[in-house]
């Protein structure tokens, strides 16, 4: 029986019951049994768990969070001498894998909660959630995780599920958690106690829930670690055929994720991986991918590296690149098509032949590289996003990736099927302009005046010298700007979440809804301190001042040094653009929403030259 400060089915609601999963044969013949009578329910302070006598690692532990009653207890106070400390359960110490086994040779492994600390950390008294605390570091609650899994990814999503939903909703919620525990687990080099133990290589989650306190709904995720086990050669004997025997296996597919919910799965995969069965509820979140692709996408790389994919389902759906550089640094896959970014123009020596030199030049697209300080820039300036690369010709309904703030179009929503309606902007069109600050100096030489020394440009000449002190510093200049919009954003939603719901829509891609086209664009990026480029006027000029982005000046390039992006007074660039993605909240309906919407984001390029807006923009960034 269990004891009064166990694990609750009723915790979330008398009518919303969540029980222990159900075993199957072989694992009820190898669970741990203990008190009088025999159960297999091992109890500690609001959490329960299930032990594996062959393995020494639980099946799952199942706990209940009280968000209300939750005790912000710091780590190092949980025990009196401010470190962790780690015991054996007494009730079967021979079922445990102890110490030993995290001090072993090769053992680079941390100890792994799957009930984590804060979790059963709640209750009337703080020493209520104290003692819950304590008990999460019995070994019985540990199975060996690497630090890329149990500090990073793992920990993000645990976070998630405390703090950022349970702690400020005051929810009531029960999370289960374990190991899959195969017969094909790879074995750790390292023999303990005479042993070579299998280490467990994916691990699961299952959260329940209630939105409106009359239905019950479930969310379940799944990571893994394999792929970084064997890199380190901590594990060997790898081998999957058991594992695959019920799965698709029809093509192999890689891929890193960024946050918790990328990692999201259906129910039917945790219990087909783990063979358990557990209480029915809603499931919000559907995926239809075959279990292999899923299995491979939830290992957690190190370095964060992108491998690409071999396999495109519906090549007449979507835009594939048909070749792949896969020394590129900044290849990206999806489950149904191989994203790539879009072909570059390697920057071309220094030249006073002007036809050669009015070719736009942008640099190789590597991770290192100036996109990053670009987009982030003008999206922190703007409000927007920036497009990559710049010269490149976005439109309204364009689908595609966002990786930081670089976008790589991979199709349209016509594609789709999805037609759409656009607002065109009938206000006044506006000038803007960015420059690194501190990092630019532009120096304009009107006809008839003396050059610059060292200057390739006559006295005779009109032109310009733009002088850069800064690795990947910036000068932007759009004439005319345009913004236009999808019109009915909420029927467009309506159609990408059906379209989500039929499998096809990846819920990582993002849909342009909203475009600044410019006349014509000036954009330099200096690739080291140091960099110059002069231009001259073609045409006749009066005024003190040059637009680099006026066409019909008939800019030409008399001289670039350590340039990385040139491109000049082009026309009809789109050089910012807003989108929309799908968001699945852990607790709730899946949604299409803005992206890193604020109302300091609802600026557009047309009132940012207002100096209150600019004041209020400089604010929400602080």
């Known amino acids: 029986m269990s004891l009064p400060n166990a694990f609750r089915a009723d915790f979330i609601g008398s009518d919303l019951i969540v029980n ?4 199957n044969n072989a694992q009820r013949d190898d669970l741990v049994m203990i008190n009088e009578p025999a159960t297999p329910e091992i109890d500690y302070p609001h959490f329960t768990l299930y032990l594996s006598k062959s393995r020494r690692f639980p099946y799952f532990t199942a706990t209940n969070i009280d968000g209300d009653l939750f005790k912000p207890i710091p780590r190092k106070k949980v025990f009196g001498s401010g470190r962790d400390e780690w015991s054996l359960d007494s009730r079967f110490p021979d079922y445990q894998w102890g110490a030993k086994l995290y001090s072993a040779d090769k053992s680079d492994f941390q100890r792994g909660h799957m009930t984590k600390r804060e979790d059963p950390q709640w209750g009337d008294t703080e020493a209520e959630a104290l003692a819950a605390a304590q008990a999460t570091y019995h070994f019985s609650n540990c199975v060996p995780q690497l630090g890329d899994l149990n500090t990073k990814e793992w920990g993000k999503l645990e976070t998630y599920i405390l703090s950022k939903e349970s702690v400020p ?7 289960l958690t374990g190991p899959v525990l195969s017969p094909q687990d790879p074995l750790f080099v390292t023999s303990v106690e005479g042993e070579q133990i299998p280490i467990p290589t994916l691990f699961w989650k299952v959260v329940y829930y209630s939105n409106n306190g009359r239905d019950l709904s479930r969310a ?15 594990v060997m004997a790898k081998t999957h055929v058991d594992l695959f025997k019920a799965a698709d296996s029809t093509a192999p597919f ?13 129910m039917s995969t945790i219990e087909l991986l783990t063979g358990l069965k557990f209480t029915d509820a809603n499931e919000p979140y559907k995926d239809a991918r075959p279990l292999k692709l899923i299995i491979d996408k939830v290992q957690v790389k190190a370095d964060q590296e992108i491998s690409a994919a071999i396999h495109a389902l519906d090549r007449e759906n979507f835009i594939v690149p048909k070749v792949i550089d896969k020394d590129d640094e900044y290849i990206v896959s999806f489950n149904n098509l191989i994203l790539a970014a879009p072909p570059v123009i390697t920057v071309a020596a220094a030249s006073t032949n002007n036809d050669a030199a009015l070719q736009p030049t942008v640099s190789s697209f590597t991770a290192a590289g100036p996109q990053f300080q670009y987009t982030n820039d003008l999206k922190k300036h703007f409000g927007y996003y920036a497009t990559w690369n710049p010269g490149l010709h976005l439109q309204l309904g364009d689908i595609g990736i966002l990786q930081g703030n670089v976008f790589t179009r991979i199709g349209h929503l016509r594609f789709q ?16 302009s960015y420059k690194t600050e501190g990092a630019v100096n532009v120096t304009t030489k009107l006809s008839g005046t003396a050059a610059l020394p060292g200057s390739i440009l006559k006295d005779t000449d009109a032109g310009l010298t733009i002088e850069f002190n800064k690795k990947n510093a910036i000068f932007f200049e759009a004439d005319q700007t345009l913004t236009s919009t999808i019109a009915d954003t909420i029927g467009l939603g309506e159609a990408v979440l059906k379209s989500f719901e039929d499998g096809k829509w990846d819920k990582n891609w993002v849909v342009i809804t909203e475009l600044v086209t410019a006349k014509a664009a000036t954009i330099l990026i200096s690739s080291l301190a140091g960099a110059k480029i002069e231009l001259k006027v073609t045409t006749s000029v009066s005024a003190p001042a040059i637009d680099l982005a006026d066409a ?17 007074a082009q026309a009809g660039i789109t050089p910012l653009f807003k989108a929309m993605k799908i968001r699945t909240p852990l607790f709730g309906e899946p949604n299409f929403e803005p992206l890193n919407v604020s109302a300091f984001d609802l600026l557009t390029p047309q009132t940012i030259s207002i100096e ?3 004041q209020r923009f400089k604010f929400a960034e602080i």
Do not use: C, W
């Open 417 to 432: 099927k999805i037609n759409f309606e656009v607002n065109a902007d009938d206000t006044t069109p506006a000038d803007i």
């Open 169 to 175: 909703g005051k929810l009531k919620v029960s999370v």
């Open 20 to 23: 222990l999963p159900i075993v």
């Open 552 to 568: 019909s000046l008939g800019l030409s390039t008399q001289f670039s040094k350590s340039m990385d992006t040139t491109i000049i």
């Open 254 to 266: 890689f891929q890193d994720f960024v946050d918790a919910a990328i990692y999201q799965v259906n």
């Open 612 to 614: 209150e807006n600019k």
């Open 220 to 234: 379940a995720f799944l990571m893994g670690q394999e792929n970084e086990l064997f890199r380190q050669k901590i």
